[in-house]
């Protein structure tokens, strides 16, 4: 091999290193972000209540549908959002009621949460 090729080399293996260092970074980073999202493990609720929860949770029809209709209020605001020309009054009728089905499903997850908390308590 010649000086130059084994240059191009080195230089090749150096530039694909710091591109995987880069990437090594920017998921690193990415992941941090998601741990600050969901926040410390300290604010989440205890793993057995968290199981009760859930199991409540998949067994609450009423919740199902609370969700499900969550779900199609958010693809109707999508959808309004991709029309052209845009309706503004449909687009903010379809903001508004994302929001407000988005409060009756957190409300009823609360309550939810706290029948689970006061049930694990009489355990």
Known sequence: MTNRLIR??????FVLSLLLNAAVIGI???LAEIRSYYGPSETRLPRDLRRSFIEAAKAD???AAEAALLSEAR?????????????????EAAMAQVRA??????EKNQALLLETVIESQGD
């Open 8 to 13: 191009i080399i080195l230089r090749v293996v």
């Open 28 to 30: 690193g980073l990415q």
């Open 61 to 63: 029809e009423a919740l």
């Open 75 to 91: 693809t109707k605001m999508y959808d309004l959002s991709r029309a052209k020309p845009v309706d503004r009054v449909a687009l």
């Open 101 to 106: 089905q988005m409060q009756v499903l957190q």
